[in-house]
């Protein structure tokens, strides 16, 4: 039996992307709520899967999948509209779903950024600005103080790599800035010291004792031979080089090692360090593909490989591989946050979803990580991104990425072939696999 009997097997999602409802109960605008021309086909989030009136009947289906755990995000902006002011009607929200999910015997994983920040901390400089490290942290203590009587997992964040880098560097996410690497760096410090004092704050005022963590925005480089040259280069390339700048170590070296990666070494003072190496339980990796297309573009030969509907490798491989480098470089535990495909699945006129890529996926990537498991590695759990088709940020509703469908005219959900699938997974604990 190589999985614990209390391993996390669940599923994902995020608040901008599910829940709809975006101007109402008091909730303000978030940065995602505005980007009009920047999302696909003209399409907003403003009703997603209009997953804040239908929670229930989502958490019944989650039931029905055998999910032992759900991670989700909360809302900034239905929490705190304002600056000082915290909505009780979005603190309700999050109260009922958690209350929900506790019927369900699912356990709750609290993200508590997954991008949509409040328009009105944009306002005022969003991750430029050090106001942003004070104002997280009125958040995550609302929060805390309300739901961490039930909550025991918290993520303080997810992929900074891309609300920080590809945000204001790269103009690829909201709220689509265009500076300068050095610029950037300012940014990063924040982000740095706004996890550190929410761990801390996590630490010492949640009533269930919490595990914290963050997730990162994953894939690792697949060793081109396993012999120790081998091995030690495809760690190096995955933690120094993987995709250039976002280099995991960037974060993961500052809050894990309290060492200053050499972009930072001017930026952070030794007090800062201290701050942002507060310790934490797990690592969460959010694991798509492997960077070897893109550091190898020759010798991995990308083209020949199956690929996803947004074009991203199907390499079962590196779902294994980033647990064990993450483990051998942090030696911490690891959460599986995200992985998952895209597919363009369609309801069949038997009304079923024939996803048989997504099943063959999961038994793939899901094989991976039990020899991860196999070998010792703390794996706590795996969470399947992502629990239903949802709002793919720029890319808006094309690409779906659901255990469960969703049409989006009539809201109706239906589980996919994949979702049954992993559902008897989940019943047999992986013996399957
Ligand atoms: C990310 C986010 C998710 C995405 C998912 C598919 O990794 O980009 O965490 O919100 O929807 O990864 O792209």
């Keep these: 039996m190589p999985f614990p009997n209390n391993f996390l097997w669940g599923a994902a999602s995020a608040a901008a992307q599910i829940e709809g409802a975006w101007d109402e109960d008091g909730k303000c605008p978030s940065i995602w709520d505005v980007a009009g021309e920047h999302i696909k086909n003209g399409q907003d989030c403003h009703i997603a899967c209009d997953h804040y009136h239908l929670y229930k009947e989502d958490v019944e289906l989650m ?39 506790k019927n369900a015997g699912i356990e709750p994983l609290v993200t508590l950024y997954h991008w949509d920040m409040p328009l009105w901390v944009h306002q005022e400089g969003g991750w430029k600005s050090p106001k942003i490290i004070d104002y997280y942290f009125e958040y995550v203590k609302a929060v805390v103080e309300s739901l961490s ?6 993520m303080t964040f997810n992929e900074p790599q891309i609300f920080i880098l590809a945000a204001y560097m790269l103009g690829a996410s909201a709220p689509f800035q265009h500076e300068s690497m050095t610029a950037v760096t300012d940014h990063l410090r924040h982000m ?25 925005a994953s894939g690792a480089y697949i060793p081109d031979s396993q012999d120790e040259a081998g091995l030690l280069d ?3 390339k995955s933690f120094e080089t993987s995709v250039g700048e976002f280099g995991n170590s960037l974060f993961m070296d500052p809050i894990v090692l309290s060492l200053a990666s050499p972009m930072l070494r001017s ?7 201290k701050i942002i190496s507060e310790p934490i339980d797990l690592i969460g990796v959010n694991v798509y593909q492997p960077s070897n297309p893109i550091l190898d573009k020759e010798g991995y030969h990308a083209d020949d490989r199956p690929k996803t509907m947004l074009d ?17 470089r942090y030696h911490l535990p690891i959460m599986v946050t995200e992985n998952g495909m895209a597919n363009p699945d369609i309801v069949g006129s038997d009304g079923q979803v024939h996803d048989g890529i997504r099943v063959q996926f999961l038994d793939d990537f899901l094989s991976g990580m039990k020899r991860a498991v196999e070998e010792g590695i703390p794996v706590l759990g795996y969470q399947h991104w992502a629990v239903m088709d949802n709002f793919e940020w720029c890319e808006g509703y094309g690409p779906r990425f659901g255990l469960i469908h969703v049409d989006y005219d009539t809201q109706k959900r239906t589980i996919k072939d994949s979702g049954w ?10 013996n399957k696999l």
């Design 312 to 328: 991203w490798v199907i390499d079962s491989r590196c779902l294994y591989w980033t647990i064990r480098q993450y483990y051998e």
């Design 421 to 430: 699938h992993y559902a008897e997974i989940i019943r047999t604990n992986g």
């Design 267 to 273: 930026k952070l003072s030794a007090e800062d360090l």
């Design 63 to 101: 039931k029905t999948l055998g999910l032992k755990s759900y991670r989700f995000s909360i809302s900034w902006p239905r929490i705190m509209p304002e600056k000082g002011k915290v909505n009780p009607k979005g603190i309700a929200f999050y109260k009922n779903l958690i209350a929900e999910l």
């Design 192 to 216: 740095l010291l706004a996890h550190g004092r929410a761990v801390r704050l996590i630490r010492e005022t949640a009533t269930l004792t919490p595990v914290i963590g963050i997730a990162m």
């Design 234 to 236: 495809a760690a190096q």
């Design 149 to 154: 009587g039930d909550v025991r997992y918290w």
